[in-house]
C-alpha cells in the first residue's frame, strides 16, 4: 500500500521552495523597480519632446456654432517639433556612447557605486525607447520618413554645431582685434616719442656749438710728451743763432782795422 505521507512531505518541501523563491523574487524586481526609480535621471528633462506632445494634444479653443473652428496645429510645426527631438535624441545618445567605456572602467575599478551605473542603465533604455517612438511617429506622417529622420537630423545638428563654432570664432576675432588695436596705440606712442627726441637731438648741435667752442681744450698726455718737431716755416721766422751772431761781430772787427790801416798810410 502506497504510503502517500511520506509522498506528500517531499512534495511539499518543494512546493515551499518554489513559492519563497517565487516571494523572493518578487519582492526583489520590486525593490528593484522602486530603487530605479528613486535614482536621480542621467540627463536633465527633454523639452524638445515635452514641446512636441504639447503640441500634439493641444486642442483648440471651443467657440460657438456661427464662428469658424479654430484650426488645430498644421502637421508642419508637428514635423519640425519632431525634428527638433530627434536632434535631442541624438546629442543623448551620443553623449552616451562616449561616457559608457569610461564608466565601465570606473565600475571594474571600484571608483564608482553600483548606483551610478544602474542610472546609466536606465538613461540607455530610455533612449531606446525613445528612438522607437520617434521613427514610429515620424512613419505615421509620411511612410518611410522613420528611416530618414534621424539622418535629417543629423544634418540639422552638424549645421548647428557648424554655426555655434562659425560664432564663436567671430567672438574670439573681434577680442583679438580689439587687442591688437590697443597694442598698435602703444606702438604708435612709442614711435612718437622716439620721434621727438630725435627731432631734438638734431636741433641742439647748433645750440651747444657755442658752448663746445667755449669749453677749454685740455692737453692729453700723448701731446705733453711729444717733443716739438721743428719745421721749415717755423725756422725761417726763427730769431739767429749765437754762432751766427758772433761771426758778424768778427767780420765787423776786420773791416774796422782795415781801414784804420789804409787811413795811416
Do not use: C
Amino acid at each position: 500500500m502506497v504510503n502517500w505521507i511520506t509522498l506528500a512531505v517531499p512534495f511539499a518541501y518543494l512546493g515551499v521552495l518554489i513559492g519563497s523563491l517565487a516571494t523572493f523574487s518578487s519582492l526583489y524586481r520590486k525593490r528593484k523597480a522602486m530603487k530605479s526609480f528613486t535614482l536621480e535621471p542621467w540627463f536633465p528633462p527633454h523639452v524638445p519632446r515635452d514641446i512636441y506632445f504639447s503640441l500634439m494634444h493641444h486642442e483648440p479653443p471651443a467657440t460657438s456654432g456661427k464662428e469658424k473652428k479654430a484650426p488645430a496645429v498644421p502637421d508642419s510645426v508637428l514635423k519640425a517639433a519632431l525634428l527638433r527631438r530627434a536632434i535631442e535624441d541624438i546629442r543623448r545618445v551620443m553623449a552616451l556612447r562616449t561616457q559608457k567605456p569610461a564608466l565601465a572602467m570606473l565600475l571594474q575599478r571600484g571608483s564608482v557605486g553600483d548606483d551610478l551605473w544602474q542610472r546609466f542603465l536606465r538613461a540607455e533604455k530610455e533612449m531606446e525607447d525613445e528612438v522607437r517612438d520617434v521613427v514610429a511617429e515620424a512613419n505615421a506622417y509620411a511612410p518611410g520618413w522613420g528611416q530618414t529622420i534621424f539622418q535629417n537630423a543629423n544634418e540639422m545638428l552638424n549645421n548647428a554645431i557648424l554655426r555655434e563654432r562659425m560664432e564663436k570664432q567671430q567672438a574670439k576675432l573681434e577680442e583679438e582685434k580689439q587687442w591688437w588695436e590697443k597694442k598698435k596705440e602703444g606702438y604708435m606712442k612709442e614711435l612718437d616719442v622716439e620721434a621727438d627726441d630725435s627731432a631734438t637731438k638734431k636741433s641742439d648741435p647748433a645750440a651747444a656749438a657755442p658752448a663746445a667752442a667755449a669749453a677749454p681744450v685740455t692737453p692729453t698726455s700723448e701731446s705733453a710728451s711729444t717733443p716739438a718737431t721743428k719745421t721749415p716755416e717755423s725756422s725761417e721766422g726763427a730769431p739767429p743763432s749765437v754762432e751766427g751772431s758772433e761771426e758778424d761781430e768778427d767780420a765787423v772787427l776786420v773791416e774796422a782795422d782795415e781801414q784804420k790801416k789804409a787811413g795811416k798810410k
